[in-house]
């Protein structure tokens, strides 16, 4: 079954305390992409990676870092989190968009709380 | 800088009325248009999206939206709500020539009434 995957689901962690959260998409996808949601607020791109070792910032990149050292994985790393990154994350992936094709699919969200 | 409103927060329709929900854009370049559904709890699945041609578009579960270029808008619409349809729906932009950034507005909550 085509899907993206991220793992953890659900975290509580405390200030300060690294953690990484993974994304993974079994579609050969080139781009991949990290959002938060916030109420009120939608969904803000963090990070997004057009492809393996090529990354860039979205418009909320601050206290993130991303990798991309395979295709099919892109994995969100707080080095350092703080309670206002408290949030619901979503990865997306779509395949190489020279081909026309934009439609992004998205993972089923990891809720992360930070005390 | 680009820019996408969603106007209303909350809309409670009856079931079997119909539906329209806004999106307006503030985009400089062509826009890549697109309405995203959250059910609860769940990740986002994309309904309809409009590149190019024909401004009505059709999208899954009886959606359409219409672009309209003038008024800087694409509403989703359906003609008869289920009450399966309640749910967190998303107006997003993306630029044609960037491919990588996408925009989202900060989305309405579906209510519907038995």
């Known amino acids: 079954e085509a899907q993206v995957t991220q793992n953890p689901r659900y975290l509580i962690t405390v200030t300060g305390k690294k953690l990484t959260v993974t994304c993974s998409q079994n579609?050969?996808?080139?781009?991949m992409s990290w959002y938060r949601q916030d109420p009120g607020l939608g969904l803000r791109q963090i990070y997004y990676s057009m492809n393996v070792e090529v990354t860039d910032k979205g418009d909320v990149p601050e206290g993130y870092k991303v990798s991309r050292k395979e295709k099919r994985n892109f994995p969100l790393i707080l080095e350092s989190p703080s309670p206002n990154q408290t949030s619901l994350y979503f990865c997306?992936?779509?395949?190489?968009?020279?081909?026309?094709?934009?439609?992004?699919?998205f993972g089923p969200g990891t809720r992360l709380t930070v005390t | 800088a680009q820019s996408v409103t969603q106007p209303d927060i909350h809309i409670t329709v009856s079931e079997g009325a119909s539906l329209e929900l806004r999106c307006n854009y503030s985009y400089g370049a062509t826009p890549y248009l697109f309405w995203y559904v959250q059910s609860p709890g769940q990740g986002l699945q994309l309904l309809l999206k409009?590149?190019?041609?024909?401004?009505l578009v059709q999208g899954i579960k009886g959606f359409e939206a219409e672009f309209k270029r003038s008024q800087s808008s694409f509403n989703l619409r359906k003609p008869s709500v289920h009450w399966s349809d309640a749910a967190e729906y998303f107006c997003?932009?993306?630029?044609?020539?960037?491919?990588?950034?996408?925009?989202f507005g900060s989305g309405t909550k579906l209510n519907v009434k038995p």
């Open positions: 579609m050969n996808h080139e781009y």
């Open positions: 409009y590149f190019s041609g024909d401004t």
């Open positions: 997306a992936s779509s395949p190489n968009r020279g081909q026309g094709t934009y439609e992004q699919y």
């Open positions: 997003a932009v993306g630029r044609a020539g960037n491919f990588n950034k996408f925009y």
